[in-house]
């Protein structure tokens, strides 16, 4: 009776302990890659109104407002945006919108009204 508690004590630390070895270096993975996106290439959002499309150069030119996570101040600019994501929008609407900013290039995310 007391060997067969033993054995059952043993298995149980057993599972636990190799349940933490697998739990460990998953979470170490997660850490080291939200890091090298955020060195990558820094998202930021804002606000704006939408003051010309260019779909041929795939630009929207917007007047946003300041960005401190970039440090702008208020600013009127063209970003590159895909056909899709200006699809239903046009000049004077006011967009919410993210964007990468890569080597003086700022880039559109997502944007919406
Ligand atoms: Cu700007």
């Known amino acids: 009776m007391k060997l067969t508690l ?3 004590a043993s298995t149980v630390l057993t599972l636990s302990f190799s349940a933490l070895a697998e739990d460990m270096p998953g979470m170490k993975m997660e850490g080291v890659e939200m890091k090298q996106e955020t060195k990558q290439a820094p998202v ?3 606000d704006g109104t939408i003051k010309v499309i ?3 150069k795939h630009t929207v030119t917007i007047a946003h407002g300041a960005v401190p996570s970039v440090r702008w101040p ?3 600019m063209a970003f590159s ?7 239903g929008l046009a000049a ?4 919410s919108f993210s964007f990468r900013l890569e080597g003086g290039k700022a880039t ?3 944007i919406r009204k």
């Open 92 to 95: 004077g609407d006011r967009v």
């Open 6 to 8: 033993i054995a059952a």
């Open 74 to 76: 208020p600013m009127t």
């Open 81 to 87: 945006a895909t056909e899709d994501q200006l699809t």
């Open 108 to 110: 559109i995310i997502s």
């Open 54 to 56: 260019d779909p041929t």
């Open 44 to 46: 930021a959002t804002a």
